[in-house]
């Protein structure tokens, strides 16, 4: 048998420390709780050391040296949904959830998910459930991960949850990326333009104006070219001025999307604008369905199973229209009428509803929707880089060939001023 030091406390809350002998950790804790204590740290005795020694962390190279929390990295969804299917693996081979964690800390190469990993093992080392574990670190794992693991806990199907919840999260971040990249490359040639137009007008307009003023001599310019060089004065003399208010603009901008009009605003415009209002929306539902879908097939109640929707919708207007369906569904109305009522979802959505309800198999019709509104979303980013690439390339020609022109135009002008 091996000794395990071990730190407990005792119903009235005062602090234990012991040595225990056990074939492993897992009869060790066993046994710690049999004698009605709590175990809060274990550790197996190194020989070369004294028994009485409290439980210490391993170290590597002597001194432990950690970030503060605000310098260390976030966890991204990409290590976070990694880390879901891998645990659900684990488990669905067999492991115990305990070594499971300790196994996925040691190859977790963030550093804030492998803290937080450990934690998590103390937590559930003491007693703790693992959803009570995860509710410990709510910025990493929010409410939607909780519950579903709670549910999973509930029935016994832990594992399966934890797969469902690793295909949810890469479906939603699927759709974040097609999104992203459908946007990058018009971001970039627009960028493009706004640099070239600025080296422009501050660089080489200023030379051709006095250019033209020594090889005309006083003659008046083209209408357009003075617009141009009119405009490059502007941005010369008062750049400072410019990007001051720009900023301010900005800062102004996003104090007033912090308040509740402005953010109500805001949504209801980019819901309703005129090509990406569209992809907007569908996206939205694409989300919150699969979300509802996934938190019902997985035991969450249903009134629950809204309200963790409703928390989670990025858009006020779903916010909105999720809390009356939330309300309604509390006095016992049927979920399709309410969200017919809504005016937010479309009739396609509200009959799949409906027949799921009559059915009793509303969380596979929710699944349907969310695959068929994924797959609208697909096709409207295909469109939407269609359109935006050729557009933002001719704007771009425009805007460079315009100053392009008016600069050619007093150059005809000196041309054929000397060969007269």
């Not at 204590?37 to 002597?62: C, E, H, Q, Y």
């Not at 939603?172 to 097609?178: F, S, T, V």
């Not at 809204?306 to 006020?316: E, K, P, Q």
């Not at 509803?353 to 980013?381: C, F, H, P, Q, W």
Request: a positive charge.
């Amino acid at each position: 048998m091996a000794k395990f030091n071990f730190i407990a406390t005792d119903p009235s809350g005062k602090e234990v420390r012991s040595t225990i002998e056990a074939d492993t950790q897992a009869k060790a804790i066993a046994a710690i709780r049999a004698q009605n204590l709590f175990p809060t740290a274990i550790g197996m005795v190194d020989d070369t050391k004294s028994t009485n020694a409290a439980p210490r962390k391993a170290k590597k190279g002597g001194m432990e040296i950690k970030l503060p929390k605000f310098l260390r990295p976030k966890v991204k969804q990409k290590d976070l949904t990694m880390f879901t299917r891998q645990l659900a693996t684990l488990m669905a081979a067999g492991m115990p959830l305990l070594r499971s964690l300790l196994v996925l800390e040691r190859q977790a190469t963030n550093p804030t998910l492998k803290d937080i990993l450990h934690d998590m093992g103390e937590s559930v080392k003491s007693g703790n459930s693992f959803s009570e574990s995860l509710a410990n670190f709510p910025k990493t794992f929010d409410n939607l991960y909780v519950n579903m693991v709670r549910a999973g806990e509930a029935g016994g199907v832990t594992e399966v949850v934890l797969t469902r919840l690793a295909e949810f999260m890469e479906k939603a971040q699927k759709i974040k990326n097609k999104v992203k990249g459908a946007m990058t490359y018009p971001l970039v040639i627009l960028c493009a333009a706004i640099i070239i137009t600025a080296v422009l007008m501050l660089t080489v307009i200023p030379k051709f104006e006095e250019i033209f003023a020594d090889l005309l001599e006083g003659k008046s310019l083209p209408a357009i070219t003075q617009l141009v060089i009119g405009a490059s004065n502007v941005v010369k003399h008062y750049f400072i001025f410019i990007a001051a208010g720009l900023v301010g603009l900005w800062l102004l901008l996003s104090m007033l999307l912090h308040t509740k009009a402005g953010k109500r605003a805001s949504d209801r415009f980019k819901a309703y604008l005129p090509v990406f209002g569209t992809l907007i929306r569908r996206t939205a539902i694409a989300r919150l369905t699969r979300t509802l879908g996934t938190l019902l097939s997985s035991g969450v109640p249903m009134l629950q199973a809204i309200g963790i929707v409703r928390d989670t919708a990025d858009n006020i207007i779903f916010y909105d229209a999720l809390q009356k369906v939330h309300d309604g569904v509390k006095e016992g109305e049927n979920m399709s009428g309410l969200m017919e009522q809504t005016k937010v979802f479309p009739p396609m959505v509200i009959s799949m509803v409906d027949v799921g309800e009559e059915t009793g198999k509303i969380a596979d019709m929710l699944t349907r929707i969310s695959d068929t509104y994924e797959d609208e979303v697909d096709n409207a980013v295909s469109g939407l880089t269609s359109i935006l690439e050729p557009m933002v390339i001719i704007l771009l020609a425009l805007i460079v060939g315009t100053i392009v022109i008016a600069m050619f135009l007093p150059l005809v002008s000196i041309i054929s001023s000397l060969n007269g």
